[in-house]
């Protein structure tokens, strides 16, 4: 093999692992995605995950002052939808760069591993002599 051929090789293998540590990133990014909703007096506060999934809810002394349970629960319910829509947007452009955006939205909600879908490394530097 000529070193013009191995050079081009090298290249392909440390441009490949180079994509994969910029999705591996990607794809801790969106795990890692998280947004906060509140009421205008601060007293209630939810904060979700991309996937909608609750991480944090908070109550001031104010919310059981102001809200009745019932009152309180549709409150929390509709800060979590509100989080919910800014989160999985901000998931939605981290993962617009790199993905087709049904395979994004497959990843965004969880029914998807990046790593399923990504081949094995190549091997070329192990393969190539010098």
Known sequence: MDDRTRASLHQIS??????????RKMQQDVQNVTA?????DGSVSVEVGAQGQLRDIRLGPRAYERMNPQRLARTIMELAGEATQEASGRARQITAAFLPEELAARLRDGEEDLGAFLPDAPSFKDDLPG
């Open 14 to 23: 440390d441009n490949y692992h180079e994509r994969l540590a910029e999705l």
């Open 36 to 40: 906060t909703a509140r009421t205008r």
